[in-house]
């Protein structure tokens, strides 16, 4: 059974910051790219950070670029976003994804994070 399971969202003030982790297990995680999405309320779904399968590339949306990290340990089937310097626009539902091809491409439930004072 796949499953990706999100964890370390929360309520963090303006310039603070927090890590996420997406657990996998259910497949091969070390031959998945992993992508962060998030989803403001009202607002689309949208493209947060990648990592291809070794962690030798990663790729960020310009609205986080400098400010985030995405990270990968495949020996413990996890992935990573560290988040600093947190602004209340980055307030969303976050989403980490799976993708080994169009088949198989699998998410996770998500993880609130709130930023405000």
């Known amino acids: 059974q796949v499953q990706l399971v999100e964890s370390g969202g929360g309520l963090v003030q303006p310039g603070g910051s927090l890590r996420l982790s997406c657990a996998a297990s259910?497949?091969?995680?070390?031959?998945?790219?992993m992508r962060w999405y998030r989803q403001a309320p009202g607002k689309e779904r949208e493209w947060v950070a990648r990592?291809?399968?070794?962690?030798?590339?990663?790729n960020y949306a310009d609205s986080v670029k400098g400010r985030f990290t995405i990270s990968r340990q495949n020996a413990e089937s996890t992935v990573y976003l560290q988040m600093n310097s947190l602004k209340p626009e980055d307030t969303a539902v976050y989403y980490c994804n799976a993708q080994a091809s169009n088949y198989y491409n699998y998410w996770g439930q998500g993880t609130q994070v709130t930023v405000s004072s």
């Open positions: 990592i291809t399968t070794t962690g030798s590339s990663t």
């Open positions: 259910g497949f091969t995680f070390s031959r998945y790219t």
